[in-house]
């Protein structure tokens, strides 16, 4: 099998990279990327996302680089499928874009006004219900993504809720609610029965409006406290192995207490 060349350097970068996925996928191109489909690429997809995500976090500019190209890898690449269907291609999906932002920045590009972002995000969603052909929505919950995960959907569908007036204006009646969901979890473990995952789902949703509230994302505030936990336990690993300590063997006393030596030798700004 003769081998491909690659692209021209002097070619465009977006246009380079076009094409080493169009010869990815051509006869004589990779065996793996001739196979995949757009419903092979979904998990991927997924988590390069999450990966862009971890970059921005870690600000680290190389790496955010790097994560944003295999972003946009995905997309060239779901293109570039569609295209040998005969569906649409590249240059298709960068239009569509392009005239939807404009269409619904009437603010921007007409001579409408918008005095703050609020009202930005109300005429956003009237513009939208109007290219669906739409005179109103027949809920304020259509169109919040079903493939969100489930901390990103409820923060989204209470927010939905809070702009329709549903939501507590203090913050003490949201702690009172978290507090009493969480009694609702005792109460079920007490008393048994098939209620304990609802209550538990209840307490996980009254979280998420503890941090709407708090205007804290929970994606990244529970995604923060695992990468902290997941960093102290490599550590208690570490310490466990220097001092020929089997960890599976030991008590969760004798466990916690290499966890708080672990805690204690990291500085107060890193807790």
Same mark, same amino acid.
């Given at each position: 099998m003769p081998s491909l060349s690659p692209p021209e350097k002097s070619l465009p970068p977006l246009e380079q990279l076009k094409s080493v996925v169009a010869m990815?996928? &051509?006869?004589?191109g990779c065996p793996?990327?001739?196979?995949? !489909?757009h419903e092979s690429l979904r998990g991927g997809l997924l988590e390069e996302a999450y990966e862009v995500v971890s970059a921005i976090e870690s600000k680290d500019d190389a790496n955010f680089k790097e994560e944003l190209g295999d972003l946009l890898l995905q997309v060239v690449f779901h293109s570039q499928i569609a295209r040998e269907e005969g569906r649409f291609d590249l240059e298709? *999906?960068?239009l569509a874009i392009t005239e939807k932002l404009v =269409? =619904? @920045?009437? @603010?921007v590009f007409e001579k409408e006004t918008a005095r703050n972002s609020e009202e930005v995000l109300v005429r956003w969603e009237e513009i939208k219900r109007a290219e669906k052909g739409e005179t109103q929505a027949l809920s304020c919950l259509d169109g919040i993504a079903e493939g969100l995960t489930a901390l990103q959907r409820a923060a989204k569908v209470q927010k939905r809720a809070a702009e329709q007036g549903m939501d507590w204006k203090a913050l003490d009646p949201v702690l009172e609610k978290v507090r009493e969901e969480l009694l609702e979890v005792e109460c079920s473990? $007490?008393?048994? /029965? #098939?209620?304990?995952e609802e209550e538990l789902g209840d307490l996980l949703f009254s979280a998420v409006n503890l941090s709407r509230k708090l205007r804290v994302d929970p994606e990244v505030a529970l995604r923060r406290a695992t990468e902290k936990f997941s960093s =102290?336990?490599? &550590? *208690?690993? !570490?310490?466990? *192995?220097?001092? /020929?300590? *089997? #960890? $599976?063997?030991? !008590?969760?006393? $004798?466990?916690?207490?290499?966890w708080e030596e672990v805690k204690r030798s990291v500085p107060k700004s890193e807790d």
């Open positions: 990815l996928r &051509s006869p004589n793996w990327d001739q196979e995949q !489909t298709g *999906v960068a =269409r =619904r @920045h009437p @603010h473990l $007490k008393e048994g /029965g #098939m209620t304990l =102290r336990f490599r &550590s *208690v690993e !570490t310490l466990a *192995v220097e001092r /020929g300590i *089997v #960890m $599976k063997d030991q !008590t969760l006393e $004798k466990l916690d207490e290499l």
